[in-house]
């Protein structure tokens, strides 16, 4: 088989369209010193010298190399890379941690883990002369947060405490209290299942949030007005989501319903959210989602489709915990 031929049962995943987001990841290996090299290691006594200066600057180099080692891995441009290392005397080794980060359309594991791989190779390197028998096991990701997933921590492996507290919370949205309402005439009247709606409810649960009301009403100018001023009234929460009513027909009405009663009107969000699903969409500048604040709650207005309110999800829920707090900071702690 010709190497044309042998190429072209691979190819590299085209991630054109997803979104930037902030991606990082922290991978370890473990090196297995002899008693007479763990010494030198530990003292810095071996003849090149202490190694893990060295080993560092390797580590940082090989996550940089990343791309150029793998065929199909994306080159990155990473905003950061920290190697570390943690002796342990028991027995005889070194634990080597690399951490990767970078605003990117995938992920950097890769990059931390050819990062942790060429900064164990670099301590083998400086260690041989001294004592040839070495081993390196254990090398996987331990953690890698951004993109879909989420956070996500091995299952399998033995994640340091000091790692974990790295984390974002995977409940940010824990003690708020949040209102979910669909605008469909079709799903109002049974047409339909709702399942943007259901989508938003189950992701808040996901985050920790407490669903304080979830209704699903027709497309009607009044009712929507008195549905989001008596959830507003009753409950007080921190975020109401509403979903539908959003495009250019006649019956989209949400926009202009909650109009008179957005004070102040947020004109940036929906800019940024229509500029963010363009990514996916390229007719997304024909929705009319935005928001603004109704008391102390952060109201927005998403598409009604269940693709379209997942994108959008996915663009405002890495805010969504700090711009609550923003709001209090502000001055609007309570009903008004």
């Given at each position: 088989m010709s190497a044309s031929e042998l190429l072209a049962n691979f190819s590299m995943i085209d991630v054109g369209g997803k979104r930037h987001t902030t991606r990082r990841a922290i991978a370890a290996g473990t090196i297995h010193l002899g008693p007479n090299v763990f010494v030198k290691v530990r003292d810095k006594t071996l003849p090149k010298g202490d190694c893990f200066p060295v080993a560092e600057i390797a580590g940082v180099n090989g996550a940089k190399q990343c791309a150029n080692l793998l065929p199909m891995c994306h080159p990155l441009s990473l905003d950061q890379v920290l190697v570390s290392f943690e002796l342990y005397h028991d027995s005889q080794s070194v634990r080597v941690y690399c951490e990767a980060a970078a605003h990117a359309k995938t992920g950097v594991e890769m990059e931390a883990l050819a990062g942790a791989n060429a900064a164990l190779l670099c301590i083998w390197d400086l260690c041989k002369g001294t004592d040839p028998v070495l081993r390196i096991s254990d090398l996987e990701l331990l953690t890698k947060t951004g993109g879909k997933s989420g956070v996500w921590?091995?299952?399998d492996a033995l994640v340091p405490e000091w790692v974990l507290?790295?984390?974002?919370?995977?409940?940010?949205?824990a003690e708020r209290k949040v209102a979910v309402v669909v605008m469909s005439d079709r799903v109002s009247k049974g047409i339909y299942d709702d399942e943007s709606g259901q989508y938003l409810v189950e992701s808040l649960e996901a985050q920790g949030a407490e669903i304080c009301e979830y209704q699903v009403i027709p497309d009607d100018f009044d009712l929507i007005q008195k549905t989001i001023s008596e959830i507003s009234?009753?409950?007080?929460?921190?975020?109401?989501l509403c979903t539908g009513g959003t495009g250019p027909g006649p019956r989209d009405v949400t926009p202009l319903a909650l109009a008179d009663h957005l004070n102040p009107e947020l004109p940036g969000l929906g800019e940024w959210l229509r500029s963010e699903s363009a990514v996916y969409t390229k007719t997304a500048w024909l929705s009319r989602m935005g928001g603004g604040l109704i008391g102390r709650a952060l109201l927005i207005t998403l598409p009604g489709s269940l693709q379209a309110v997942k994108e959008c999800f996915g663009i405002f829920i890495g805010g969504l915990p700090k711009a609550i707090v923003m709001i209090e900071k502000q001055g609007r702690k309570g009903r008004l």
């Amino acid at each position: 088989m010709s190497a044309s031929e042998l190429l072209a049962n691979f190819s590299m995943i085209d991630v054109g369209g997803k979104r930037h987001t902030t991606r990082r990841a922290i991978a370890a290996g473990t090196i297995h010193l002899g008693p007479n090299v763990f010494v030198k290691v530990r003292d810095k006594t071996l003849p090149k010298g202490d190694c893990f200066p060295v080993a560092e600057i390797a580590g940082v180099n090989g996550a940089k190399q990343c791309a150029n080692l793998l065929p199909m891995c994306h080159p990155l441009s990473l905003d950061q890379v920290l190697v570390s290392f943690e002796l342990y005397h028991d027995s005889q080794s070194v634990r080597v941690y690399c951490e990767a980060a970078a605003h990117a359309k995938t992920g950097v594991e890769m990059e931390a883990l050819a990062g942790a791989n060429a900064a164990l190779l670099c301590i083998w390197d400086l260690c041989k002369g001294t004592d040839p028998v070495l081993r390196i096991s254990d090398l996987e990701l331990l953690t890698k947060t951004g993109g879909k997933s989420g956070v996500w921590i091995n299952p399998d492996a033995l994640v340091p405490e000091w790692v974990l507290e790295r984390l974002p919370s995977t409940t940010p949205l824990a003690e708020r209290k949040v209102a979910v309402v669909v605008m469909s005439d079709r799903v109002s009247k049974g047409i339909y299942d709702d399942e943007s709606g259901q989508y938003l409810v189950e992701s808040l649960e996901a985050q920790g949030a407490e669903i304080c009301e979830y209704q699903v009403i027709p497309d009607d100018f009044d009712l929507i007005q008195k549905t989001i001023s008596e959830i507003s009234k009753i409950h007080d929460p921190h975020v109401i989501l509403c979903t539908g009513g959003t495009g250019p027909g006649p019956r989209d009405v949400t926009p202009l319903a909650l109009a008179d009663h957005l004070n102040p009107e947020l004109p940036g969000l929906g800019e940024w959210l229509r500029s963010e699903s363009a990514v996916y969409t390229k007719t997304a500048w024909l929705s009319r989602m935005g928001g603004g604040l109704i008391g102390r709650a952060l109201l927005i207005t998403l598409p009604g489709s269940l693709q379209a309110v997942k994108e959008c999800f996915g663009i405002f829920i890495g805010g969504l915990p700090k711009a609550i707090v923003m709001i209090e900071k502000q001055g609007r702690k309570g009903r008004l």
